[in-house]
């Protein structure tokens, strides 16, 4: 696929009016051809305009239309999966078969929202019939369903190229329920969003839609974000990425004069606590386990493993040494972003201002945006003393926390903010601790894990990707699994509609046989 650098708005492609970029190849810190549009204002008002002209006609799509549009960007994915991967790696330092990886999984979610649409249950159809005879006053016919929001802003993200990018969850979940998608590509990878976007622009023309269902922009600083935020047509955003950028935004938005929900994912250290018999029992494995996937991705993951807390006792040291000998074998790996990388080297000197002691650090930095592992120890007190120390250090470095009974333990778990993940390592005599730590985590994450590690993270009717803030901005909500269409849905009563009016979903004789919920009954009638 030949990449032009352009923006792609609508079935248009667009050159730049604010400028260029050249993507930047971490490993090497050279730049890459071709130069890449910026667009500005204008640009973001012509994407809103054709998104807007596009959401009457798409939010009204056949289930089976939508559903196979879904599939055709699926295959449209597997199809460049090749291509797509090996740009992504020089654009990001990630291995080529990791993102291979991920390009499945994004067309896999694309499948699953596929399936989510057929089934029709996302709609919610309600059914409270008429009642003429009913005294003292007749009830009319009601019936309600949720349609899309409007069009939504997307910010890619820059940790995951494709499977949180242009081709991501946020992407597949906002198309699933109804509503166009304007989407500001991350300029950490702006190949492999190229390749993303023509994907899905195709699949758009394929399937006979409205040209403005899709649009990719792209832009130098905040000022294209921004306008994004404001623009009244946009009726919502998601957002991955720090606590100030998501914060900044959702602020934003809550000034328009119409404000619109901002779902962000900001930060989070996904806290593992390992109870007295777990690490009496397997101690050794836990570590080893915990640092493994404290590593992927170079520690650029949003569901790391940040932080281990462990009472001091037997299997401590055990404990302590595999996860020494896990960051001392590891040896700096490219990060993302100089700015990433950059960023990472101002958390570590946070953490030794804060008092953390180095106990391993990996094999050191052989290029310049090098990520060199480090594994941090303090005591219980320490950490408690200073809240920096729980703080989120975005890279390959972990903290294990030396806790001096189980009440200091409880004691920590009140001090962390809201997470996206926290899991619990245990035996079946620490049931009785662990019943006490329980009802702390419920109030602090969206997603509690048992004897695993909270990376990876299935994607799956089940799953919970988000939490109180500052892990996120809105806790009801997922961005990852097929509950994260509920983001882009409101409700509409239909009250006293002929049944040629009805949606199709809401219709007399259930025409599309969905499970509808009739005078409070879960049915097919």
Not at 158 to 173: E, H, K, L, Q, W
Not at 355 to 360: D, K
Not at 445 to 473: D, K, L
Request: aromatic letters at 6%; a negative charge; glycine letters at 10%.
């Amino acid at each position: 696929m030949k990449l032009t650098g352009n923006l792609l708005i609508g079935a248009r492609e667009v050159v730049a009016s604010a400028g260029h970029m050249q993507a930047l190849n971490p490993a090497t810190n050279t730049r890459m051809a071709p130069d890449f549009a910026f667009g500005g204002p204008e640009e973001v008002d012509r994407a809103a305009h054709l998104a807007d002209e596009a959401f009457d006609s798409y939010n009204s799509t056949s289930l089976t239309v939508r559903a196979a549009f879904l599939e055709r960007i699926a295959d449209g994915l597997d199809a460049n999966a090749g291509v797509l991967s090996e740009r992504a790696a020089l654009e990001t330092g990630l291995p080529a078969a990791q993102l291979a990886g991920e390009v499945t999984k994004s067309a896999t979610q694309f499948r699953q929202f596929a399936e989510v649409v057929r089934q029709g249950r996302f709609r919610q159809a309600t059914v409270d019939p008429a009642q003429p005879e009913r005294a003292p006053r007749p009830r009319m016919d009601h019936r309600m369903q949720k349609i899309g929001i409007g069009p939504i802003a997307i910010f890619g993200a820059s940790n995951f190229p494709i499977s949180y990018s242009v081709a991501g969850g946020d992407t597949a979940s906002a198309l699933a329920a109804g509503c166009p998608v304007i989407l500001k590509a991350h300029n950490a990878h702006p190949g492999a969003s190229e390749i993303q976007g023509r994907i899905i622009q195709q699949a758009v023309r394929d399937a006979g839609l409205h040209e403005g269902v899709f649009s990719m922009l792209r832009g130098d600083g905040n000022a294209i974000g921004e306008a994004l935020v404001d623009h009244p047509l946009v009726k919502g955003v998601t957002f991955t990425g720090s606590e100030a950028g998501g914060m900044a935004l959702y602020r934003r938005a809550q000034l328009r004069e119409d404000p619109i929900p901002v779902f962000t994912e900001m930060t989070s250290v996904n806290p593992t606590f390992v109870l007295p018999h777990a690490l009496a029992a397997r101690g050794a494995a836990i570590g080893d386990g915990f640092a493994e996937r404290m590593l992927v991705n170079v520690g650029q993951a949003c569901l790391k493993p940040a932080i281990l807390l462990a009472v001091d006792g037997a299997g401590y040291d055990e404990l302590r040494q595999a996860m020494s000998a896990r960051v001392t074998a590891m040896h700096a790996r490219t990060m993302l972003t100089p700015a990433i990388s950059l960023a990472y080297r101002r958390g570590l000197e946070r953490h030794y201002a804060a008092g953390a002691e180095t106990i391993a650090a990996g094999v050191g930095p052989a290029r310049e945006w090098d990520g060199q592992a480090f594994l941090f120890e303090v005591d219980g007190s320490r950490l408690l003393e200073e809240p920096a120390l729980l703080d989120e250090v975005f890279g390959p470095a972990a903290m294990l926390v030396r806790v001096a009974d189980s009440d200091q333990l409880l004691a920590i778990a009140r001090r962390f903010r809201g997470q996206l993940s926290a899991t619990m390592h245990l035996e079946s005599a620490d049931h009785a601790l662990a019943a006490h730590l329980l009802p702390m985590l419920e109030r602090r994450t969206g997603r509690i894990v048992i004897n695993a590690f909270a990376h990876p993270q299935e994607v799956s009717y089940a799953s919970i990707h988000g939490g109180p803030f500052p892990a996120t901005s809105d806790s009801r909500f997922t961005s990852v699994g097929m509950s994260a269409i509920e983001r882009f849905l409101r409700p509409v009563t239909y009250q006293g509609f002929p049944d040629a009016l009805l949606p199709e979903a809401l219709r007399h004789g259930n025409p599309l046989g969905l499970w509808r919920l009739t005078d409070g009954q879960l049915s097919m009638n």
